[in-house]
């Protein structure tokens, strides 16, 4: 099925202006993202929308302590759009204030040769197959980023790659609570300004508001992947390759809530075509994520309803800064580069 993810080229001079510039451009997608999500909500029973709204107020003093110019990006982002800035505030603090039981995400960094990539198949809800997901290639300031985000959210709430050579995507973990602080999605768009190793981590390794996991990449090929959990994190850096699906690496962090069966399926299938592989390149890595024998390439299942589907599939390089980005299913549709 032949899918489309809008892309954006925005020249910004501060953080309002680019939410006001994406705004206006995504008017319309913003505002039936919007409609369909509370549609959703009411669906899971997540609670009145009102008092979603509550609970994300609750974030701001640490936002607007931490991060000003993102909730002026925000603003300027409902203000474009024409819709509430309460509305795109709980669409930005979803994962922690909305357990929507959803299996989903692959992440699989790797070194080729003296170069890193990445790949991530971005898995959520059916619905975001369509209007779902916009990717931004943004001027800030001089900053410049490429990055895949969520319809009504800030840049890069799901991947992004900046000038500076460094790039980044995220996978869930299955909190089952979550504490007041920076928001995931938050500190997913504040990677995008960072210039260093020493900042990304500063920016990672802040109080977790959920227990989740980030891999991150530089252009000089060292990759890393962080998972965090209240009050500790754990740190794995690869020599050839990192894997990370929805569950602990660790055996000592498992537990029967938090580690499904689906997942180390996914974990185990990559990291034994990888072992098995003598020669890794990009186009191997894309045949990994189009596979469906252990559910990587997310379809819609009868059986288990609740996993999530592939909405799309992204391959980032930060040293030659580019992006490669398949809507929907990489097997049904193929990957499209752009350039930063």
Known sequence: MSQKIPYLKIKAKNNFDLGLQLGRKLKTETRRRLTENKKIYKKIKAGSFPRLVSMAKNFLPCIKKDYPDLLSELDGLSQGAGVAFSDLLVVMCEEEIIDFKTEHCTSIALKIGRQAVIGHNEDWLPSYRHNGLYLINASLAGKKFLALSYMGGLPGTSSGLNSDGFCYTANSLNAGRFRYGIPVKFQLRAFLGVKNRQEALRVDLRDSTITSNTMLIWKNSKILDIEDYFGHHQEFYGRKFLIHTNHPVLNSDRTKDNTDSESVKRYEYVKNAFNKRKKIDVDFLKS?????????????????????????????????????????????????????
């Open 288 to 340: 990994v994520l189009q596979d469906h024998t252990s559910g990587i390439c997310g379809h819609p299942n009868a059986k288990h309803p609740t996993y999530g589907v592939t909405i799309a599939s992204i391959i980032m390089n930060p040293k030659e800064k580019w992006v490669a980005l398949a809507a929907g299913n990489p097997c049904e549709n193929r990957y499209v580069k752009y350039k930063l």
